[in-house]
């Protein structure tokens, strides 16, 4: 069974201009058995996160791999999500 990790990671901006609201920059983390299924738990963590927040999710998902581990894969994806 893959297991997740979840990790929210909150840098507070104020938006400006016409976008009127709080932003911050979320995280997540994700684990697999290969680059794929972690990238695939990380996002699905991040949007679940997101949506549990009120938030919605604004411009593109960022993610990174670390593959050193010999039997599994962590991901973290980012995203910038505005209340």
């Known amino acids: 069974m893959i297991r997740f990790a979840l990790v929210t990671l909150a840098a507070a901006t104020l938006a400006s201009g016409a976008q009127a609201g709080h932003c911050a920059m979320s995280k997540a ?31 593109k998902i960022t993610t990174t791999c670390d593959g050193t581990a010999i039997v599994s894969t962590t991901c973290t994806s980012s995203q910038r999500s505005c209340k």
Request: aromatic share 0%.
């Open 29 to 59: 983390s994700g684990l697999g058995v290969s680059k794929e299924i972690a990238t695939a738990m990380s996002t699905k963590a991040l949007s679940e996160m997101i949506a549990k927040n009120g938030e919605k999710g604004k411009g």
